[in-house]
């Protein structure tokens, strides 16, 4: 074999190199461990030592109480995580509706433009809770022949006026962020607006505004425990139920865990997908 064809070896000073890049990370990562504990043990302490913390044991964290207020705990969470899933594509699709409605150009459209914009305006200045209150109490009041008077209909419908209003934002952030030489290309190949918008702007649009979408979603699972202010059998509302009868408050720490594990890793999923775009754009891909 010639020296053209030897295989590849460090050199003595790149494997130096590595090693103290090695060192380097094993520092770090003894250091933040150190800090780490150090940090939440000092938490940990600080709360274990204080006067109140019996009580705080027997009034929040009971392992009676969790276990007996688990079942019906379970069954409102599903109802929770079911509006989750029914409200979450109705709002993708009116959200990017209205985003496109306060886009478009034409005459024709003005007033649905304005609908749009005032939609926007009015229902991200209304806190959700009071919408869902405004909804779920006043829309069967009215009588209307065939309109459901259901208090789940009401506050999913509640949570998709109020969200469809900031992810409408979110996708017409997302779309002016396209830069304008893609409209001008896709008018130089004979493509109209709408399809300029169809096939070019909002895929583009749309693959940048994922992350903030995700964090609104992860908004959206923890506001379904609204739906419990208006006598709702979620799981807020079964936790409330057991601690009003038990005179114990361990079943709200039961539901902040189930909300905290559904949560989280649509939190993390967020992240990754920040960073991978980022990731791209700093490789200059589209």
């Given at each position: 074999?010639t020296?053209l064809?030897a295989?590849?070896a ?40 204080s006067p109140?913390?019996?009580?705080v044991?027997?009034?929040?964290l009971d392992?009676f109480?969790a276990?007996?207020?688990?079942p019906?705990?379970l ?6 995580v079911?509006?989750f899933?029914?409200?979450?594509p109705?709002?993708l699709a ?11 150009r034409?005459p ?5 433009r304005?609908?749009?914009v005032?939609?926007t305006d009015?229902f991200?200045?209304?806190p ?5 209150f405004?909804?779920v ?11 459901p008077t ?5 506050a999913?419908v509640a ?5 469809s209003?900031?992810v ?14 893609q409209?001008a ?9 709408g ?5 070019v ?6 693959r940048?505004v994922?992350?903030p ?5 992860v908004?959206l ?20 139920d057991?601690?009003n009868f038990?005179?114990n408050?361990t ?14 890793p649509l939190?993390?999923l ?6 991978r775009?980022a ?6 891909a589209?």
């Amino acid at each position: 074999m010639t020296d053209l064809q030897a295989p590849w070896a460090p050199s003595g000073r790149e494997l130096e190199r590595r090693e103290v890049r090695r060192r380097r990370r094993r520092r770090s990562v003894l250091v933040a461990t150190a800090a780490t504990v150090l940090v939440v043990g000092g938490l940990v302490l600080g709360v274990v030592s204080s006067p109140g913390w019996p009580t705080v044991q027997e009034t929040f964290l009971d392992p009676f109480h969790a276990r007996e207020s688990f079942p019906a705990i379970l069954d409102g969470f599903w109802l929770n995580v079911t509006m989750f899933l029914i409200a979450e594509p109705l709002i993708l699709a009116l959200g990017l509706g209205l985003a496109l409605a306060r886009q478009s150009r034409s005459p024709l459209l003005v007033p649905l433009r304005a609908i749009a914009v005032a939609w926007t305006d009015v229902f991200r200045g209304i806190p959700t809770l009071v919408l869902v209150f405004l909804l779920v109490f006043g829309m069967p009041s009215l009588g209307l022949q065939g309109v459901p008077t259901s208090i789940f209909f009401w506050a999913t419908v509640a949570l998709v006026v109020s969200y469809s209003a900031y992810v409408a934002e979110v996708f017409r952030s997302g779309i002016e962020s396209v830069h304008p030489s893609q409209l001008a290309s896709a008018d130089a190949l004979g493509l109209s607006r709408g399809q300029a918008m169809r096939f070019v702007v909002v895929p583009q649009a749309v693959r940048r505004v994922v992350p903030p979408l995700l964090n609104d979603f992860v908004s959206l699972q923890k506001d379904t425990a609204l739906v419990a202010s208006v006598s709702l059998f979620d799981a807020l509302f079964s936790a409330r139920d057991y601690a009003n009868f038990n005179f114990n408050y361990t079943p709200y720490v039961v539901v902040a865990v189930f909300f905290v594990v559904l949560t989280v890793p649509l939190a993390r999923l967020t992240d990754a997908l920040g960073r991978r775009y980022a990731e791209r754009e700093r490789a200059g891909a589209r």
